[in-house]
């Protein structure tokens, strides 16, 4: 009986060591990882980490300057705080973006095109401080619509109403997607009201037509301006209305263009702000708020400049100007209406636009 009861005490021993380990891997297994971290849907570090992660959703013109800058912003807060950050990237068209962030791509800051997709994401609460109350009220660069044609400008072009002559085949973006586009449609329909206004009074049918001849020569609709840059770049057309500033970059890349700039055109203001719902959640809005407002400095607005745009900080705009035309007809958005305006007379479901498109 001895050897039996001996054999049975063993096998109770080893029965409750193996469940000991069981529960032991279980209970590790509950915790953790460290290697979560930055992957996304888990928690973002906090402000007083060693690290801090930053997701940018941004227009997709504004890439080329992000490369420059966000480096330079990374040594910046690592001296001031001596905490790493990382950046996640986003770059869509405008209107994509901002619906990408209402839909629920979580970025910290958002850049993009015109003040009427930040609105967007005002309206749908992801946004909840008065973000126009920050520096250039909330506006982190400038640009005009300008006009670019093959090297030499073989067919002349001279101002919009060359754009409407038979044969010329021209590019710009679809408003329904770009920010960019909605600039480029204001700048066409603008220039139609100051046309207009020359012969007498602000004529919005007259601006209509003006759109229309120009669109009658319409050559490709791409999603954003960077894809209509490149369409361009392939051959496509031969002038592309777009922002100054995406044919200086090109220019100052090698890239063979000429800029013509007309005599009636709109400024373009670009901005960026803090999406405080996700900032929030995250944790990250003291950095957030930080990038935000490093982005008028005059590191970053020299970056800018060198990425085409026109700044907005004013020692650093006084320092570059002599690379930018002053239209004659220069106006903004506040000419039209206010974007309030606009987006009802042009691109709401009976807007001009999509009379133009619609041929009603």
């Known amino acids: 009986m001895q050897p039996?009861?001996?054999?049975?005490?063993?096998?109770?021993?080893?029965?409750?060591?193996?469940?000991?380990?069981?529960?032991?891997?279980?209970?590790?297994?509950?915790?953790?990882?460290?290697?979560?971290?930055?992957?996304?849907?888990?928690?973002?570090?906090?402000?007083?980490?060693?690290e801090v992660t930053l997701v940018i959703g941004a227009y997709s013109v504004v890439k080329d300057a992000l490369q420059n800058i966000l480096p330079e912003f990374q040594a910046y807060w690592l001296k001031k705080t001596g905490q790493r950050v990382t950046f996640q990237e986003s770059y869509e068209a405008s209107g994509t973006q901002?619906?990408?962030?209402?839909?629920?791509?979580?970025?910290?800051?958002?850049?993009?095109?015109?003040?009427?997709d930040i609105d967007k994401l005002t309206k749908a609460k992801l946004?909840?401080?008065?973000?126009?109350?920050?520096?250039?009220?909330g506006m982190i660069t400038d640009s005009i619509v300008v006009l670019g044609t093959r090297p030499g400008n073989p067919l002349g072009i001279k101002d919009w109403e060359d754009?409407?002559?038979?044969?010329?085949?021209?590019?710009?973006?679809?408003?329904?997607?770009?920010?960019?586009?909605?600039?480029?449609?204001?700048?066409?329909?603008?220039?139609?009201?100051?046309?207009s206004e020359a012969k007498g009074e602000k004529d919005h049918a007259f601006a209509k037509q003006y759109l229309e001849r120009v669109h009658q020569n319409i050559e490709s609709l791409d999603k954003s301006g960077r894809a209509s840059m490149a369409a361009f770049e392939y051959g496509v057309g031969d002038v592309i209305v777009t922002y100054e500033n995406e044919l200086l970059a090109r220019i100052g890349q090698g890239k063979k263009y000429d800029i013509v700039v007309p005599t009636n055109t709109i400024r373009i203001e670009n901005p960026a702000a803090v999406v405080d719902k996700n900032v929030?959640?995250?944790?990250?809005?003291?950095?957030?708020?930080?990038?935000?407002?490093?982005?008028?400095?005059?590191?970053?607005?020299?970056?800018?400049a060198?990425?085409?745009?026109?700044?907005?900080?004013?020692?650093?705009?006084?320092?570059?100007?002599?690379?930018?035309?002053?239209?004659?007809?220069?106006?903004?958005?506040?000419?039209?209406?206010?974007?309030?305006?606009?987006?009802e007379k042009l691109y709401s479901k009976r807007g001009?636009?999509?009379q133009v498109l619609a041929g009603i």
């Not at 009861?5 to 080893?14: E, F, G, H, K, P």
């Not at 380990?21 to 509950?30: D, P, Q, R, V």
């Not at 901002?98 to 629920?104: C, K, L, N, S, W």
């Not at 021209?170 to 603008?190: E, F, M, R």
């Open 4 to 50: 039996k009861r001996a054999r049975s005490a063993l096998i109770l021993l080893i029965m409750i060591c193996l469940l000991s380990a069981l529960i032991t891997a279980c209970g590790s297994a509950s915790q953790p990882s460290a290697s979560t971290a930055g992957v996304a849907g888990a928690p973002k570090s906090s402000s007083g980490d060693q």
């Open 98 to 116: 901002a619906r990408a962030i209402v839909g629920g791509f979580e970025a910290d800051v958002t850049l993009l095109a015109m003040e009427g």
């Open 127 to 137: 946004i909840t401080h008065e973000w126009k109350k920050s520096a250039n009220q």
């Open 163 to 195: 754009l409407m002559k038979p044969g010329v085949k021209v590019l710009y973006p679809n408003p329904k997607t770009s920010g960019g586009a909605q600039w480029d449609i204001n700048a066409i329909y603008g220039a139609g009201l100051k046309a």
């Open 280 to 304: 929030d959640k995250h944790g990250t809005r003291e950095v957030a708020e930080a990038f935000i407002d490093y982005l008028v400095q005059d590191e970053a607005q020299k970056a800018f």
């Open 306 to 343: 060198d990425a085409g745009f026109r700044p907005v900080n004013p020692e650093v705009y006084a320092a570059v100007k002599d690379r930018y035309a002053t239209p004659a007809g220069l106006f903004d958005i506040q000419y039209l209406g206010g974007w309030k305006e606009v987006r």
């Open 352 to 354: 001009v636009w999509y």
